[in-house]
């Protein structure tokens, strides 16, 4: 069993940057998996954010994080980071990380198999 942990949340002010964290608990690598990004803001659906292929070239970004955010893995694919630049007030929301075994772009939640508990993101003043 997969379980993912995020971590790297927290208060950021309108145009900061915030690095995001993704590494499965019990250390195991995340390179047999698509990895996504995911967030939900209070009463929203949970959307799409980004995703990064298994071969840790090809990413893929709703048109709402381009050019702002960048997914990448990191450390041998034990780690995936979502970096956020220029944050807006609309990014505000819980921030998930998921794994799927779906070959071709995972872009709904449907297409992950296993997901973290989330990590609150708030960019105010």
């Known amino acids: 069993q997969v379980q993912l942990v995020e971590s790297g949340g927290g208060l950021v002010r309108p145009g900061g940057y915030l690095r995001l964290s993704c590494a499965e608990s019990?250390?195991?690598?995340?390179?047999?998996?698509?990895m996504g990004w995911f967030r939900q803001a209070p009463g929203k659906e949970r959307e799409f954010v980004a995703a990064?292929?298994?071969?840790?070239?090809?990413?893929y970004y709703a048109d709402s994080v381009k050019p702002r955010f960048t997914i990448s893995r990191e450390n041998a694919d034990y780690t995936v980071l979502l970096q956020m630049f220029d944050a807006k007030p609309e990014d505000t929301a819980v921030y998930y990380c998921?794994?799927?075994?779906?070959?071709?772009?995972?872009?709904?939640?449907?297409?992950?198999?296993?997901w973290g508990r989330g990590t609150q993101v708030t960019v105010s003043w």
């Open positions: 019990d250390g195991w690598r995340l390179n047999s998996y698509q």
């Open positions: 998921a794994a799927s075994t779906m070959t071709g772009w995972a872009l709904s939640p449907y297409d992950y198999d296993y």
């Open positions: 990064i292929a298994l071969n840790s070239v090809a990413t």
